[in-house]
C-alpha cells in the first residue's frame, strides 16, 4: 500500500510558477512509476506528466509541454512538477499518481494504468 501526499498548490497570477510536490509512504518508492494528472470543474479527469522509476524517462500532455517539467528524488521519496508560464486554463485540482511498475524506463499516461492516487492539491491560476 503506497499513501500519496501531494502539496504545493495555491494561488498564483498568470505568468507565474508553481512546484507541486507528491510525498509517497513505504519503502520502495522506487518500485513505482509517477504521473500527475488533473481535473478541472465540469471536465474530465487530464494526463498532465509522467516518469519512469529510475526518473530517466519522462512524458508530457501537449498543454503543459514546455512549460512543465516532471522530477523525481528517490532518496526523498518525493516527486514534484514545476510549473512555469501558468496560464487560467491550467486552474485544477492536480492528482498525484503511482504505478509499480517492473520496467525501468516505463511511463504511463492512461488514469486506469495507475494503482494509487492521492487527494489532490488546488492550482489557481488568475488573469
Known amino acids: 500500500q503506497v499513501q500519496l501526499v501531494e502539496s504545493g498548490g495555491g494561488l498564483v497570477q498568470a505568468g507565474g510558477s508553481l512546484r507541486l510536490s507528491c510525498t509517497a509512504s513505504g519503502r520502495t518508492f522506487s518500485s513505482y512509476a509517477m504521473g500527475w494528472f488533473r481535473q478541472a470543474p465540469g471536465k474530465e479527469r487530464e494526463f498532465v506528466a509522467a516518469i519512469s522509476r529510475s526518473g530517466g524517462s519522462t512524458y508530457y500532455g501537449d498543454s503543459v509541454k514546455g512549460r512543465f517539467t516532471i522530477s523525481r528524488d528517490n532518496a526523498k521519496n518525493t516527486v514534484y512538477l514545476q510549473m512555469n508560464s501558468l496560464k487560467p486554463e491550467d486552474t485544477a485540482v492536480y492528482y498525484c499518481?503511482?504505478?509499480?511498475?517492473?520496467?525501468?524506463?516505463?511511463?504511463?499516461?492512461?488514469?486506469?494504468?495507475?494503482?494509487?492516487w492521492g487527494q489532490g492539491t488546488q492550482v489557481t491560476v488568475s488573469s
Open positions: 499518481t503511482a504505478k509499480a511498475s517492473q520496467y525501468g524506463s516505463s511511463w504511463y499516461r492512461r488514469t486506469y494504468e495507475y494503482d494509487y
